[in-house]
């Protein structure tokens, strides 16, 4: 079956605009984890979602980021007023279950966002 | 500060050689999991041992777990070109969080 799909996968922006990015999990994941990546950084959690509530959003840096998942499925990410600092690449992953004793995530190819 | 640390930050060997890779972390944990990262495939899970686990095994792959110290190791027996990636360890916090933290890698140069 498909894996994980993210779009779009390159997106250059003016400082100051507003981005959405956007995941399409595996079908019948319930788990899905946004992360971003800076270049040659390991991943950076930002929210986590368990069917379309967000228990976890600890990670998401400020108020300009937010985030959302309709009908347990995609999920979109949204960054407003987007800063120089907020490039950088933005990983989606899927897992079945987050309480299954065996929670691999799967990744999708990521988003490369850049704020000129 | 992140939650695991891989060391070293950059390996290069030669094909045919091992490579070992240490990950530590700070808090109790449920698991830790291993990815890999290359340009061509992105992030990929290679493998997943539980807190109550001390040894895992998968192919060509050997991971260690040691709770006491907070840290693990993968190991990568007869490496290959292909094996050429970013290696990072990722944890679960055994409770009050559902982050997954992973650390900052491990580059793995394998030299034909």
């Known amino acids: 079956g498909a894996g994980v799909s993210q779009s779009p996968s390159n997106k250059v922006t003016e400082k100051g605009k507003d981005v959405e990015l956007r995941c399409d999990p595996i079908?019948?994941?319930?788990?899905l984890y946004w992360y971003r990546q800076s270049l040659g950084q390991g991943l950076e959690f930002l929210i986590y979602f368990q069917g379309n509530s967000a228990p976890d959003k600890s990670g998401l840096p400020s108020d300009r980021f937010s985030a959302e998942r309709t009908g347990g499925s995609v999920s979109t990410l949204t960054i407003q007023r987007t800063q120089q600092e907020d490039s950088a690449v933005y990983l989606c992953?899927?897992?079945?279950?987050?309480?299954?004793?065996?929670?691999?995530?799967?990744f999708g190819p990521g988003t490369r966002l850049t704020v000129l | 500060s992140q939650q695991g640390e891989e060391d070293p930050q950059a390996l290069s060997i030669q094909e045919g050689e091992n490579a070992t890779m240490n990950c530590s972390y700070k808090?109790?944990?449920?698991?830790l999991q291993w990815y890999r990262q290359n340009s061509g495939r992105g992030l990929v899970h290679l493998i997943l041992i539980r807190s109550n686990e001390r040894e895992k095994h998968s192919g060509r792959l050997r991971v260690t777990l040691d709770t006491s110290k907070k840290s693990s190791s993968l190991l990568i027996t007869a490496s290959r070109a292909a094996d050429t990636a970013s290696y990072f360890c990722a944890t679960d916090a055994r409770s009050g969080t559902y982050k997954y933290i992973f650390g900052t890698g491990t580059r793995l140069k394998v030299l034909a």
């Open positions: 079908s019948g994941h319930t788990a």
């Open positions: 808090t109790s944990i449920n698991n």
């Open positions: 992953a899927s897992s079945l279950d987050r309480f299954t004793s065996y929670n691999e995530q799967f």
